[in-house]
């Protein structure tokens, strides 16, 4: 979504919906593969969700039609273990623990709630998000500073043959499951629709979107995207300042 298929004023492109009725027409799938959550996409499409399967929590959650299709859970013992490490940290940060209901924040302060609220439209403030009683995805913790630089140091021991941290943009980095990510979401799609590799094509900017590029032979990155998401895609599309998804979907339905 941000960075690749929203304009720089975090809204979809006009350009999209006309084609998402020729794709339609067609038999395409369009699929929403975000780190956002599943709420905030369904309101980002609302009135063209029908029969579309989003791609939520960075795969950690696959939805169509209110059904879910997969989840990739972390253990309760996560937060228990992550929580208090993160208070620890010397920078100003704001912790989402993302929810299958809902996300929840401690922090309630407008500048994060700002940032937290583009991403979670179903969210909710507690007094303690140890004690939150939901089946959590992923945590999301928002850096004010430089995520990749500043934070990912100190989350790096979390790393494990059960959990993985991904920066997914400037200021944001998610702890998940370790088979959780956008790539095994597609596969798992690809699987249950009979759909190949070299009849998927995927956007991506940044590095919670390699696994996603790796699963489509049609693979772009996006102008201005991470030097690895460059390298790693195939293809480029113009930056979404230019509407680059669109513009590129136009050319290969054409």
């Not at 969700?49 to 879910?68: L, T």
């Not at 989350?155 to 997914?168: D, G, T, Y």
């Not at 956007?203 to 590029?213: A, K, P």
């Amino acid at each position: 979504m941000d960075g690749t298929l929203l304009d720089e004023h975090g809204r979809v492109p006009a350009g999209l919906w006309p084609l998402l009725a020729v794709m339609r027409e067609r038999g395409v799938l369009f699929v929403p593969a975000s780190g956002r959550q599943y709420a905030t996409l369904a309101r980002e499409f609302t009135g063209a969700a029908a029969g579309m399967p989003f791609i939520a929590e960075n795969g950690a959650y696959v939805v169509r039609d209110g059904v879910e299709i997969s989840s990739d859970p972390l253990g309760p013992d996560v937060v228990r273990d992550v929580l208090p490490a993160l208070r620890a940290v010397p920078a100003d940060l704001g912790v989402v623990v993302c929810g299958k209901r809902s996300a929840y924040v401690e922090r309630g302060d407008e500048a994060f709630l700002a940032e937290a609220s583009k991403y979670y439209a179903a969210l909710e403030a507690v007094p303690d998000l140890l004690a939150v009683d939901d089946e959590v995805l992923k945590l999301a913790v928002y850096d004010f500073g430089d995520a990749e630089r500043d934070l990912a140091p100190h989350l790096a021991r979390f790393r494990s043959a059960a959990h993985r941290v991904v920066v997914s943009g400037p200021h944001w980095i998610d702890l998940m499951s370790a088979t959780a990510d956008k790539g095994a979401a597609v596969r798992r799609l690809q699987d249950a629709l009979g759909i190949s590799p070299a009849q998927t094509a995927a956007f991506g900017d940044y590095l919670n979107d390699l696994e996603m590029l790796d699963a489509a032979e049609w693979s772009f990155a996006m102008a201005g995207a991470h030097p690895e998401v460059t390298r790693r895609a195939r293809f480029q599309a113009p930056s979404h300042r230019d509407h680059g998804v669109v513009t590129t979907l136009a050319r290969l339905l054409a």
